[in-house]
């Protein structure tokens, strides 16, 4: 996988494994694009990722060519902008649930009037070693917009978020949703309607489908939804379970 790959990779419905990286270190990044992942994203809507960390996080994949997102804080054109400038292959936009919030945030992440501001010297544009046609051109080929589905109304309106010119994909989050139905877990029938209706609407524009599992065995359960692109837990959660599993292990010779 690659940064130039990520994007037709994932429209042509191949299933694609990445996880949230929580950690606001260039290291943790390091070692989990030695993993076999095929991309990770970078939380910066719940973790302490600050511009700096960003950056650096940043550098390191695209020397590694290992494909990194940003899940945006929200979806500001300031904070896209920032994200694509620093050299992610994409953005994950939280709380999208109308088209206008998806037309909004594809223009802000695409070059022309109104759009993204056009900056030549960037990590993302090869400071200033492009020229312009080279820079537009792997916009269009490159840069992925992915709106996350986390509110009902975003269930409502997914065909015609779907189907905006510049969206990607779309993630639907099933934690989120599940809480804005009203519920205080995920083995709700609500939840199960929103996986469908959002797989249709993807699979008829041609759209990525995407969400968040526990595991693969999960993936594995929802894929019959459609999604095919997975964000595997985070690299807490893999510590956690890691750390568990040697502690128990060791607990279990005093027996």
């Avoid at 940043?58 to 896209?80: H, I, K, N, Q, Y």
């Avoid at 010119?165 to 029938?189: K, M, T």
């Avoid at 999604?227 to 292990?249: D, N, P, R, Y």
Wanted: glycine share 10%.
């Amino acid at each position: 996988m690659s940064f130039t790959t990520f994007r037709s990779r994932m429209l042509s419905g191949e299933n694609l494994a990445g996880t949230f990286m929580k950690t606001p270190s260039h290291d943790v990044l390091e070692v989990l694009a030695l993993s076999g992942l095929d991309f990770v994203c970078l939380d910066a809507e719940h973790s302490a990722f600050d511009r700096t960390a960003l950056d650096a996080c940043m550098a390191v994949a695209r020397a590694l060519d290992f494909p990194v997102l940003v899940r945006v804080a929200s979806g500001t054109p300031e904070a896209v902008l920032q994200a694509l400038d620093m050299g992610a292959v994409g953005v994950v936009v939280p709380h999208v649930d109308s088209v206008e919030k998806a037309e909004a945030v594809a223009k802000s992440a695409r070059f022309g009037l109104g759009g993204r501001g056009f900056a030549g010297s960037t990590r993302w544009a090869g400071y200033a070693t492009r020229t312009m046609p080279e820079v537009l051109a792997k916009s269009r080929e490159e840069t992925v917009v992915i709106a996350q589905i986390e509110e009902p109304a975003g269930v409502d309106a997914a065909r015609e978020i779907a189907a905006v010119d510049g969206v990607d994909g779309l993630f639907l989050g099933p934690a989120d949703l599940s809480v804005s139905y009203g519920h205080e877990g995920q083995d709700n029938a609500d939840l199960v309607a929103g996986f469908k209706a959002v797989g249709a609407a993807t699979a008829a524009a041609g759209k990525a489908y995407i969400s968040w599992v526990t595991s693969v065995a999960q993936a594995k359960e929802r894929a019959a939804y459609g999604l095919s692109v997975f964000f595997i837990g985070s690299e807490h959660a893999w510590m956690l379970a890691g750390a568990k599993a040697a502690a128990q292990g060791i607990h279990e010779m005093n027996d």
